[in-house]
Structure formats: structure tokens, C-alpha cells
């Protein structure tokens, strides 16, 4: 059973596409079958490990069944991962699809039932979503089977929370039955302020069982590894960031993936 | 001559908001007539200053002209610094101003205008905008006299500067032919880490003067002061990133704001 993880949230900037780039790296090299689908018009999941964005057809057009084959074979990056990447084009998302014959908020589900006739399945699809709860945002909650929340140890981030919560609850009630919360990640923690500190107990006191134990520090070589095409534990295997996704990787896979 | 200033990037987490809320005080403190108009559905602009999201009537019915009044009057904070909160239902702007009798992409200007008929002129006018490229920033677009983009010293948001510039120019030809570049801002430099420099090297060397000469350094009293609904310089005057965004204020003032 493919586990498909929207890694979604409206706030800006609180680590979505690390998220996306590392986890899905690590679980590759533990043997498990994976793909990375770049929803965002950023491309940022798909510049981050080399990628250029799609052309001839663009992601976009795939999205909204333009072109004769609406495929998109994914690029093969490290052993076991694969990535669809994204077109800037995507930020015509929002006005296009509404406009097609078909439910424009299973644009994505049918992209992958398409893909998945075609090749061997995938143990875990990861869909990185722009920063807002648009139209791509929903296409990756009707189409996924769990949701991953990664969200800064900072004030506007906490706040954010709520929103994002109530837009799955959203999801559940007319999307989709089935989409369960994986985890509220903690992501940026700096140990050495208080803020951090208060962000994370509030956070764990509201939502309990909820947030991922592991919690990712803020770590400079996680913002220089895109630089380099690479995800973290291939750039620097010893930095406190790789420890961390690493951490999480394990974490996920003990918790029967 | 009101100088309208949109504060706009679709890459998340640059530091839109903290710039907003940081330079509009600044500037009421200098004694210029300051007004802050918060698009983002986050409501981060309005939250950081301690304010409640609007209700009857929302920033939505007001930009949709649905109440019979669509005047939103704004609240004052600190003397001379006033604000338009924002509201979570902006999110619906995506579809429903297209679907208005009105040019959906002059909704914001036709706003500012109603208002600017009934309160004394503003000396500035800053409009927050959510990360995305959609119909609330290029509304922004359209009703600015100037345009500022503040970029983290990452190497994501170094990559999502070339899309911005390009929206600008689109912004110029197609919708406002006044819109200026009023500056890039480089956010959250971290001198300890090669990336800031490298990244602060590449923008400069690419936009030379259109680089605001201040830059700000991350420093965590930025992000702790909207816990205390606080302007940075009223919560640690003597914090590295009040002197930043003073320094700015100061640099924006000498170039004849
Ligand atoms: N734990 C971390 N420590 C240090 N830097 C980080 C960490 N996680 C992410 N970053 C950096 O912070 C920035 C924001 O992270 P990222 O782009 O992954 O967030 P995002 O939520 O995907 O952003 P967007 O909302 O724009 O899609 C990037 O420059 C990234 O390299
Ligand atoms: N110079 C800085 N140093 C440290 N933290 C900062 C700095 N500037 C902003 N922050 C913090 O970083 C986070 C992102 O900043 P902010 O919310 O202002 O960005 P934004 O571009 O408005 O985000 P969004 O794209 O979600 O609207 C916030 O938690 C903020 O408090
Ligand atoms: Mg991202
Ligand atoms: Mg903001």
C-alpha cells in the first residue's frame, strides 16, 4: 500500500521542501521505493536536487490533461528516488483547472493513478505544496493518504497551526474520509533561544500524540545542500541536520511507516 | 504624493511581514502618516501588532463591495501608525473578485481610494502580501507607486528572485506603468555563515543599486517581539535588528523616501 504524504502548510518558509527532499533521500536509501512530486510553481523540491523544470509537457499541462499522453515520467536523482518536477506555469493553477470538464480537485490523483499503471508502485509519494491553501494545496489532500505539517519554532508559525488544522478537518469532512494526520514536525528549533523553547511545549501541549518526538534543529548546512544539488546526508553526513532527518527517517519507519 | 508600497515575494518566509510592521513604525515614529494594509489571509501584519482579524465586514466583503459601506476605517496602534487588518476569508479572493462586475485586479486600489477620500493623506501606505504570485499581490501590484522585495540570504529565495522581477516587469507593461522599484531588501543575514555572504554577493552583483545598501541580520528579537504585539524598536530598542530596520528608515528617509 503506497503511503502518499501531502507536506503542506500555508505559512511560508518553515522548511516544507527540506522536509520533502530529505525524508523522502533517506527513505530511498533504506531500500524504500520513492517519489517526489513538486507542486509548487517555486520548482524549489526540484532545483534543490539538480532538476530543471518540466518543459514539453509542463507539469501544469500534464495536470490538465492537455497534451495526447498526460504523463509525466519522473527523473531517477539517487537510487530509489524519483522526482516529477514542477513548472512555474503551475501558478495558473488556480484559474485553469476550475475550468476543465473533469473534478478539478482530483487533478493530481488522476495524474498518479495514470503513473502508477505504468510502473512498479512506489512505497512512499511525498507532495510538496506551495505556501497557501489554493488549488494545488487541495488537489494534494484530496490525493493523499496521510498529511505532514512541518512548522517553524516561531510565533507566526504557531498561529498558523490552527488554520492549517481546520483546512484538514475541511478535507476530511468533504475531500477526503481516509486523510490522516502523519505528524506535525518541528522544524528550525535554535536550543539557544527561549522562543523556540515556548513554541515547541505550546505546541506539544495543544496537539500531544500528534508532533514527531524528533524535532529539527536549525542547521546552516540544510540551506547550503540545495546549493549543491544535494540532500543533506550526501552534502554533509555528520551535520546536526542530516542527524535529524535521520533521526525522523527512523522515527517514522519504528512507528510501521 | 502617498508613496503606496507593496512588500511582496511568493518565496515564503523572507521577511515580508516583519519588514512591514518594523519600517511602517519607524516611519510614524519619524512623524510620517503611516497606514499598513494587511492582504495576507495569515494575518500576520495584524496579529504582530495585536490586532484581531476583521469581522463584519471583513477585508473580503469590503474588496468585494458587498456591505453597503465598503469602507474598512483603519485602527491606529502607536500615534501616527494605522492598520487595515486582514481577514482569514481572503483566501476566497482567488475566485471570487474575477467573478465581480469590477476589474478584479483594481479592488485594492479602488479601496485605498474610498478610504483616502474620508481621512487625512497618508505619507505612506505599506501593502503585506501573501506568499504567491495570485490575485491579492498583483491587486498590490496594481495600486502601488512602489514595489519592495525583501529576499532571505538563502539560496531558495536567491533562486525565486528571477521570478519576482519578472512579475514586476509584467506588472509594469501590463497593469501599472508607475509601479518603481523601490528596492530589494537582503533578510536574516547570518555573517557567520558563507551562504549569507555568497548569496548577499550574487544579489548585489545581479541588481547592484536596486539593493537597499542596509541589510538586516537575523536576530531572534524580530521574531519574539509580535508575540508582545510590538514593533521591534518598542520591544528591544538596542536589539542588532531594531538598529537594522532603523538603519533602513534612516537610508529611505535620505534617499528622499
Ligand atoms: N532546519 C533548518 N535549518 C536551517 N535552514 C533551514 C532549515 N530548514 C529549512 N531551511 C532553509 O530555510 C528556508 C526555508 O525552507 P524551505 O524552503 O524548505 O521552506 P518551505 O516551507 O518549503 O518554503 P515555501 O513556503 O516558500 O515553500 C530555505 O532557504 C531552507 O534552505
Ligand atoms: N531578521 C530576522 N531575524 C530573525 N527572525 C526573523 C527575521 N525576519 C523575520 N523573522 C522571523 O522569520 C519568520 C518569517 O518572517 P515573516 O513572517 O516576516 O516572513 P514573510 O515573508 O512575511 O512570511 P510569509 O511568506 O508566510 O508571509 C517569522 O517567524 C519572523 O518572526
Ligand atoms: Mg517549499
Ligand atoms: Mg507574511
Known amino acids: 500500500q503506497t503511503k502518499i504524504i501531502a507536506v503542506a502548510n500555508q505559512k511560508g518558509g518553515v522548511g516544507k521542501t527540506t522536509t520533502v527532499i530529505n525524508l523522502a533521500a533517506n527513505l530511498a536509501t533504506s531500500e524504500k521505493r520513492t517519489l517526489i512530486v513538486d507542486l509548487d510553481p517555486q520548482c524549489n523540491a526540484s532545483s534543490g536536487l539538480g532538476f530543471e523544470p518540466t518543459e514539453e509537457p509542463t507539469l501544469l499541462e500534464v495536470l490538465l490533461e492537455e497534451s495526447d499522453d498526460p504523463t509525466l515520467l519522473p527523473f531517477e536523482t539517487i537510487p530509489g528516488l524519483e522526482v516529477i518536477t514542477g513548472s512555474p506555469d503551475l501558478v495558473g493553477a488556480e484559474k485553469l483547472l476550475p475550468e476543465g470538464k473533469k473534478d478539478p480537485l482530483k487533478a493530481v490523483d488522476r495524474m498518479l493513478n495514470r503513473l502508477q ?45 490552527t488554520s492549517i488544522m481546520e483546512s484538514l478537518e475541511v478535507a476530511q469532512t468533504r475531500m477526503n474520509k481516509g486523510l490522516n494526520l502523519y505528524g506535525i514536525l518541528i522544524t528550525m528549533m535554535d536550543l539557544r533561544t527561549n522562543l523556540s523553547r515556548q513554541v515547541e511545549s505550546e505546541i506539544r501541549k495543544h496537539y500531544g500524540k500528534k508532533v514527531f518526538k524528533t524535532t529539527i534543529p536549525r542547521n546552516v548546512r540544510l540551506s547550503e545542500a540545495p546549493s549543491h544539488a544535494l540532500p543533506v546526508t550526501l552534502y554533509d553526513f555528520w551535520s546536526n541536520g542530516a542527524k535529524a532527518y535521520m533521526e525522523l527517517t527512523k522515527e517514522i519507519m519504528r512507528n510501521g511507516s
Open 117 to 161: 499503471s505504468r510502473v512498479d508502485p512506489y512505497d512512499f509519494i511525498f507532495l510538496d505544496c506551495p505556501p497557501s491553501l489554493g488549488m494545488l494545496t487541495l488537489n494534494a489532500f484530496t490525493a493523499a493518504t496521510d498529511l505532514m505539517i512541518p512548522v517553524q519554532a516561531e510565533y507566526f508559525a504557531l498561529e498558523g497551526l
